[in-house]
Antibody, heavy 120, light 110 residues
Framework: QVQLVESGGGVVQPGRSLRLSCTAS????????IHWVRQAPGKGLEWVAF????????YYADSVKGRFTISRDNSKNTLYLQMNSLRGDDTAIYYC?????????????WGQGTQVTVSS | QSALTQPPSASGSPGQSVTFSCTGT?????????VSWYQQHPGKAPKLMIY???KRPSGVPDRFSGSKSGNTASLTVSGLQAEDEADYFC??????????FGGGTQLTVL
């Protein structure tokens, strides 16, 4: 069965960096684009970034552009989110989600999320 | 871009129907047929319930249906069951490789 498992979250001071991972199984990882989506405490969902199936194209929300970098290693079935210059409003649960068609129309499987807390 | 507008709460009794709204603009909900709905139980990951306005993924009961009129999308849950109690989020493609979500509606099954 399709599984996405996020890891790498934790407590980090403002201005520092953190790298999240999302390990996939149960499907051909290299055939699908993947998103990062986050959810601040008690809030709605916010799209963060997307990477094509082959890593050739990447897109970011304005709120993270220039600070976050999405990447993938298809040989390891793993997606990454490098987060630099972290701020308090980056505190959230971070989910990875598979895009079935690769066109932003169908986020069909989501991981359980990893908590990121930015605090001094 | 602003989040899509959803009422914060809704409720219904078992067996009844309830409809959630999701209001955007002509550059998101009204401009594309890429509206999705997600169900999220407390502490759990979101689950896709509806995509492309009206389509149901396999395994989602046909009690869940979606529609759209102008800049407002709707999710209807018929024959309410206790396990339907959850938060429901809408999302829409907003062009230029961007997706926006609503703030969510908390459904209470009375």
């Amino acid at each position: 069965q399709v599984q996405l498992v996020e890891s790498g979250g934790g407590v980090v001071q403002p201005g520092r960096s953190l790298r999240l991972s999302c390990t996939a199984s149960g499907f051909t990882f290299s055939s699908y684009g993947i998103h990062w989506v986050r959810q601040a405490p008690g809030k709605g969902l916010e799209w963060v970034a997307f990477i094509w199936y082959d890593g050739s194209h990447k897109y970011y929300a304005d709120s993270v552009k220039g600070r976050f970098t999405i990447s993938r290693d298809n040989s390891k079935n793993t997606l990454y989110l490098q987060m630099n210059s972290l701020r308090g409003d980056d505190t959230a649960i971070y989910y990875c989600a598979r895009d079935f068609y690769g066109d932003f129309s169908k986020f069909d499987y989501w991981g359980q999320g990893t908590q990121v807390t930015v605090s001094s | 871009q602003s989040a899509l507008t959803q009422p914060p709460s809704a409720s219904g009794s078992p067996g009844q129907s309830v409809t959630f709204s999701c209001t955007g603009t002509g550059t998101d909900v009204g401009g594309y047929n890429y509206v999705s709905w997600y169900q999220q139980h407390p502490g759990k990951a979101p689950k896709l319930m509806i995509y492309e306005v009206t389509k149901r993924p396999s395994g989602v009961p046909d009690r869940f249906s979606g529609s759209k009129s102008g800049n407002t999308a709707s999710l209807t849950v018929s024959g309410l069951q206790a396990e339907d109690e959850a938060d429901y989020f809408c999302s829409s493609y907003a062009g230029s490789y961007n997706v926006i979500f609503g703030g969510g509606t908390q459904l209470t099954v009375l």
